[in-house]
Every structure is written in C-alpha cells, then in structure tokens.
C-alpha cells in the first residue's frame, strides 16, 4: 500500500525533524511538505509532530549506525537557507535506510547533490564570515552583528570562542535573531527578537578611524578592480562592516553622552541594510 | 607625529609587498594568551582593498627610513617622500587593538634599512618580542629578514614569527646590479638557505622535545617583481622552481611593477601594471605546487613567455592534443589533473564518483567541474560531447573566446609590447 501524503508540522529543530523522520516511518506516511509555527492551509492531512528526545536519539543512532560522515552532513544542511530543506534531508534519510552509505561517493547522485550544494554555499559564507564579523569595544565587552542567509551561528561559535577565548562577547545574527553569548569559558546561543547596540566611545570609533584609513592606504591605486573585490567581498557582507559604514557612523559629538536618545548619529554598529524581522527566527536554540 | 599619519605613511610604503597570508601554521588558544592562528590551514581574509587583494595581516613597515637606493622602491634613499617610524609600543597596541577587533589575523612586519641591517632587525625583534612575551600575542606574525642581517638576528626573529620571508625583487643578477646595486644575490639568499637549514633542524628538535620552541613554523616566502627588469616568463619560472626544490620556499608572490618614479632603467611612469602577466605567472605556480606540471613542460627556450590570451594549462594542453581526450571514467588521478577546467578538488570527485556511478558530462558540471573548457578534451564512457564541433585548428580560437570575458578589459597586445620595451 502507498504510503499517505501528510503534511508535517514541528518545531523546527533537529531533534524535532528527527522525530518527523520517526513518525513518518511509524505511521506509514509520506511528508510531501513540512511547515514550522505558521498556520499552514492544506488540503493534506497535517500532522503535528511533538518532539521526544527519545525517538529523536532512536532515529539518530541508526543513522550513526549506517554513517557517521553522513549524519555531520545532515547536522550541517539543517541549518543552510536550500528551499524546501527538510524535504530534500528527509529524501536523503529514506535513500540512506534504503541503500546504504555507498551513494555519498557521488556528489552529482539526484538526491545527494541538493544537499551538496547547499552545504557547500554554507560553508563558504562560514569561511567568508570568520573573517568578515566586525566587534566593537563597548566597555570591556566585545559586540558584533552579522546578517548571513544560513544559520551559521553555530559554526561560528567554536571559532570565535576558541579566538577570543579570554574576552567576552556577544555576537547578533540579525536574519534568524539569534545572539551568541561568551564569557568566562561559557557560550550560549539565545534567540533574541531585537538588539539596539550603544554608540561606540571614543576608543573604538579611534579605531574604527585607523582601521578604514588602513583598509583605504593599503590598496594601489593603478590596480584599482571593483569587480574582483565584489566577487571576493560581496556587497552584502558590507552592511556590517565598519571599514564600508559612511564616515557619518564614526563621527558623535563629544559632548552627548554615548547612547543619549536623538543624538542623530544612529547608534553603534547597525547600518542601513535588512530591518530587522526579515527571515524566519531561529527555533529555540539548546546551548 | 599622529598614530594615524604613522600609520598612513607607512602601510602605504608597505603596500608594494604582495604577501599577505596566514596559512600554514595551527596553534590552538593558550590560556593566559590572546588569540590564536587561524582553525584552519587555510587561513582567513578579513577583508578586501579596492584593488581585490585580499587583508590578512597589518601590514606596515616598521619605518620608511632607508640607506639603500634601490631604483624600483618608494622608500628609496633619494626618493623625496615623507618618513615615519613606529615606536615597537605603538606598534604592538595597535595590532593588538584591531586583533580584538576582528580586524586582523596578525602582523606583517617589514622595514626600510635604518643604519644597518643589523640595527634593523634588533628594533623589529623588540617590537615582536613585546607583542609576543608581554602582551602575550598568539597570532600569527609574518615578519621580513632583511638582507646582510648577522644570522643570530635571523635565528631571534625566526623564533618570535611564525613565518620569515626574504624577497628576492628581481628574478636575475643583472637586474640586481642596475637597479639595486646595495644588495646582493648572495645576500638575498644566504638567509634563506639558514632558514631552510633551522626551519629543517628545528622540525627534528619537535619530534623530539615536545616543548622545543618553535622556528618559523608556517616556513618561509619571497616575491618577485615582474614587469621591472627584461627578465623572460621562463626565467622567472624556473627561479620559483628551484626556489621550491632548492629552499624549500612555502610561497613565491609576484608582484606585478608598478612605476613609482622615473628612472631611466625602468619602464615609464605612465607604464600600465602587467597584471596579466602577474596572473599567467601565478596560475603557472598554481601548476607547479598542485597540478605536478614541472617549469619545462610550461615554457621552452623557443617559447620563453606565457601566451597572455590563453592561459598556461590550455596552452599545455592544445600544444599536447596527443594525450587527449582522456577518458573521466578510466583516466588515473594524474591524467584527470592535466585536463583544462579540471582541479585538485573535481579530479577527486570524479575519482569517488566513478566506483559507484557512471558519470556523464551532466553529473561531471555536478561535481564542480568547469566544463567550457573540459569538454574538449574528456569522454565519457567513450563519447565526447553531442554538438561539439571543433578540431585542432579552431580549438586555439575556442579557448581564447572563453578566456576573453574573464579578462581584464585591456588591451593585451599593448601590454607585452611595454613589456618588449622595458628591457
């Protein structure tokens, strides 16, 4: 007997599409789509999947069982930005139960291939970032703001607490409103709806001054090339970064005291770009 | 003077260096130490000028002050330019200060020749041996061996940096006598053959004392100035190939010349960069470090320059039309390298797809493949692909329409005549 298209609706974390996996499998039935908190109309069947951390570890460990490399890459494609994402993870799980390991040697395989890409897109704006993520001193405390399209987070986590690791910082990643948290050998990732940053003091925008004069002296003028800096630097890593922000950014009155409300030079860091609650949020992030 | 006319003074005498990377070496955080080299080996680029490259590195120069007269640079003796020295506090706050930042993966410290070599490298090893021991830095620091330095200089520095490099300038001995008669060939390279020799004996030392201190362990670079001297492609070529071999060099950068005064032994002032010269010579370098192509295969005597439409991998291969077409489902490792448009990283995919698929030209554009240029010259199961027509006269007028919009818009033509001139 076919197995029944249904809709499946969950929480939107991997222990959640786990348990979609799961529920699929106990009940016969085929997700032709999965949708997160927003209402989904439908006339499928819509099943809501409740997360069990059981079944969740169930599901994992059989997959561990078949491949390890295989479950870091669906660990990875779960946060990139691939349309209908869990779609193509859950076809990937249904191949791995069916045929094994074996079709991972082929990254041009229908069903591998999505996943690939996807991942691949991820890891290069991982690598891009590392570099690209800007902080400001505010007191002591170090702050960032990134705005990528994969939830890369928590990849960027090890790197910056292992870099920084005797300072604290915070790092807001303004498309799935997560904040990143470090202090004392401790991280946390909490979602966080908005994050107003103060205006930076007179250290830091000292720096931000040195920094982009630097970033300017250092090119040579006769091999000036637009094009291959945007290739290398997309212009939508520049909303964050203070060596592109205009001059009007660096420059407060010294007499306002930072962050005094209507002081006309907007705050911090953030710069024109995406308002905020563009994009999905990020589900409940665990620590 | 000001922190920020120091600064632009001197990373602006700084520029000139090509070499701005932070590979090569992976040391992990220490506790009581601030930062650490990148995760991973590849290094990390933290931003790009508006001329493309890439920043990795503070680069500044510790001063601008310079004894030496050599033609092509702008911290020449005689060169009438404004001169500035960072104080080694300064320069360590303020690596530090864009460190924290995220700015920045480290330092790259070179120098004009203030006094002598010797006095030189004593105040740039003071400046990295604050940065390193008091503020307890643990990022990666590049820093220059300047030429006629006594080797103890060297030796300190090597131990404080994680990778020395030595330029070279000018790929021959005559350049270096015109253009700069203060230096010496000998010079350049006897601290490079005593970097190979502790780089070497120090990896030894590790194995076994774990707590040995490490010498330069990212190794050791050099540049060469193209476009400057006569020097032909392939003399340039075979240098960096023996520099290989021979000092077992991490990196050759070329830096294309770009004319910052008027001197009779150099091109004009309104000489145009040879960038794309710069660009065949760094994709020929890319073929000698992964694709196993040696400098003879690239360039003969009876070709002695790159042809600057085409680049040196589909020239190899249109002047070898016997070894092709390879076949992608039975072709080894090596011979799937040589084929245009094919790379380290797609000849693996293929060589991991083949055992459990067979692969035709739309799964091999899948695995990465950049198939403009492969399809001429690959099978599949034993067809070439449908609705390609070409033949071995018209292959060398395919491959320069390919290349032609990825270039850059110059002329090309005129830019090897300047360089026919510049000799």
Sequence with gaps: MAWLDTIYEYDGSFDGFLCCVYESYINKEFPIAFCGDEECFSLYPVRCVITIPEHARRVLRSLVSISEPAVRLLRRAFLTCMEDRESHLYAFVRKLYAQGDSFLRDQSDPVYHPLAQAVRHLNGELEKLRGFVRFSDYNGV?????????????????????????????LYDRTHRELLLYADGCSRILPVDQLQLDLPGQEEVHYRTLWKCFHETIAIRERTNPRCQNTFLPKRYRGTMTEFLPDVYETIPPEVPAGAPGSGAPGGIPAPGIPPGSGPSAPGSTP | ??????????????????????????????????????????????????????????????????????????????????????????????????????????????????RNPDYTTEQMVRCLRLLRHDYGFNGYIHAKAIPGTSPELVTQLGLLADRLSVNIELPSETGLQTLAPDKSRDAILRPMGQIRDEVTRNKAELVKYRHAPSFAPAGQS??????????????????????????????????????????????????????????????????????????????????????????????????????????????????????????????????????????????????????????????????????????????????????????????????????????
């Design chain 1, 142 to 170: 170090l702050g960032g703001e990134i705005a990528p399209k994969n939830r890369v987070l928590p990849l960027l986590r090890s790197h910056f607490c292992n870099r920084c690791a005797n300072e604290s910082f915070f």
């Design chain 2, 222 to 423: 050099t540049q060469l100035i193209v476009g400057a001297t006569g020097d032909s492609d392939r003399n340039i070529l075979y240098l960096t190939q023996s520099l290989y071999r021979r000092y077992r060099l991490k990196r050759v950068f070329y830096s294309a010349y770009v004319p910052v005064v008027e001197n009779t032994l150099l091109p004009s002032l309104d000489t145009k960069p040879p960038l794309l010269r710069e660009h065949r010579l760094y994709q020929a370098d890319w073929l000698l470090r992964f694709y196993g192509f040696q400098a003879e295969e690239l360039l003969t005597e009876a070709q002695p320059d790159f042809n600057p439409r085409i680049d040196p991998k589909c020239n190899w291969a249109i002047q070898h039309l016997e070894e092709f077409p390879v076949e992608v489902m039975t072709a080894d490792y090596e011979r799937l390298l040589r084929v245009p448009g094919i790379g380290p990283l797609s000849a693996r995919r293929i060589v991991s797809a083949r055992r459990v698929s067979h692969l035709d030209f739309d799964s091999l554009k899948k695995l990465g493949v950049v198939l403009k240029r492969a399809q001429y010259f690959l099978t599949c199961c034993g067809q070439m692909r449908s609705g390609l027509r070409f033949s071995a006269a018209t292959l060398v007028g395919q491959m320069e329409r390919i290349e032609r919009g990825e270039l850059p818009a110059e002329n090309t033509a005129v830019q090897l005549s300047l360089f026919d001139n510049a000799g």
């Design chain 2, 1 to 114: 003077m000001e922190l920020l006319e120091k600064l632009r003074i001197l990373s602006d005498a700084a520029k000139y260096d090509a070499a701005c990377t932070s590979s090569g070496v992976r040391r992990g955080f220490q506790p009581g130490k601030i930062g650490n080299t990148s995760s991973s080996l590849a290094g990390c680029c933290h931003s790009f000028s508006a001329d493309g490259r890439c920043i990795t590195l503070l680069k500044v120069l510790m001063t601008n002050c310079c004894v030496y007269d050599c033609k092509y640079c702008v911290n020449r003796r005689s060169n009438d330019t404004r001169r500035a020295a960072f104080t080694p506090r300064e320069l360590a706050d303020l690596t530090i200060g864009f460190y924290r930042r995220n700015y920045i993966e480290g330092l790259f410290l070179s120098s004009g020749v203030l």
